[in-house]
């Protein structure tokens, strides 16, 4: 029998985990899969779907640029998909249609809350930026109740958007940066893209409370500029989206092979990685 072939198409794609992760996650749960990456433009991204498929692929990770292209072509969406307007997750169905699923945000909350003890209920909570990532985010957020949810953004407009699309799950607002000096939260997340230029955000004193933890959604071998931002504030957490990765994958996995693999060891092992002792 042929072996399940699985993918992560992206652009940049070089430098992406996600095969490490999925082979491990094979290794450790017994299953016989193939996982690799594959460089694909937006511009050929449905002939590339096409073809995978057709060869015979059962699942696909979509990453940047090419997440809301594989919402556009997903036959069926899961509801947070479709509220989140972007697909990391294809999945083959039994009648060949493709599901579409967004685990990027179940991802955060389990490896806040699962790997990191963090509490998101009741808590105050802040997310800066109002792209992609954010919009992935708030839904699994507003599930576990946060006591509010303030979205700050340097294109305000974007961030209300994001408050009226999201108006129905739970309790959200928007500002620019200007809004925030007097302001106080128990969680911060950055989810702009500034971190990847080593840049932050304009963010006043006092905008963490006391032991409160600082969460970048992107991660690097190095500290990320907004996790040494979170160590100068004394957060009692300043963590990068390392953990957020390995646990979207482990969602992917699950809706493709029914098997939820062990998320501890396979974080454990790339963070031992990048930290040499
Ligand atoms: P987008 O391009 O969709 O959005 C970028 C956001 O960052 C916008 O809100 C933009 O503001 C803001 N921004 C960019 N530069 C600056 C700056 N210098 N100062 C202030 N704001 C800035 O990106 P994504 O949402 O797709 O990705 C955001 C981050 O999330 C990336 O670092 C990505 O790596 C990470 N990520 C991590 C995942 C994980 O598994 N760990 C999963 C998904 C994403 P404006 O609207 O004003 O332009």
């Not at 060869?55 to 640029?65: E, I, S, Y």
Request: charged share 20%.
């Amino acid at each position: 029998k042929n072996i399940d072939q699985y993918a992560v198409f992206g652009q940049p794609i070089k430098h992406s985990k996600s095969p490490r992760i999925h082979r491990l996650f094979a290794e450790q749960t017994g299953e016989n899969i193939e996982y690799t990456a594959r460089e694909v433009p937006a511009d050929t991204f449905d002939e590339a779907v096409d073809q995978f498929f057709a060869a015979g692929g059962k699942g696909l990770n979509c990453t940047v640029p090419l997440k809301e292209l594989a919402w556009r072509r997903a036959e069926r969406l899961t509801e947070r998909a479709r509220l989140s307007k972007a697909v990391n997750t294809l999945a083959q169905q039994e009648d060949g249609s493709l599901l579409g699923d967004n685990t990027d945000g179940i991802g955060l909350v389990t490896d806040l809350t699962r790997n990191h003890g963090i509490t998101l209920t009741d808590a105050r909570v802040l997310i800066l930026g109002a792209g992609g990532a954010s919009r992935g985010i708030i839904g699994p957020i507003l599930e576990c109740k946060p006591s509010r949810l303030l979205i700050a953004n340097r294109t305000v407009a974007k961030a209300e958007q994001l408050t009226e699309d999201f108006a129905d799950i739970g309790k959200i607002s928007a500002c620019g940066f200007d809004h925030l000096p007097g302001q106080q939260f128990d969680l911060i997340l950055n989810a702009t893209s500034a971190s990847l230029s080593n840049q932050l955000p304009p963010l006043p004193e006092r905008l963490l409370a006391e032991n409160g933890c600082c969460y970048d959604l992107a991660y690097a071998n190095e500290a990320t500029a907004f996790v040494r931002w979170g160590q100068l504030q004394n957060a009692g957490h300043s963590l990068d989206g390392l953990g957020m990765l390995v646990e979207q994958a482990a969602e992917a996995f699950y809706l493709w092979r029914g098997i939820r693999p062990e998320t501890r060891p396979v974080i454990a092992l790339l963070n031992a990685e990048r930290h040499p002792a």
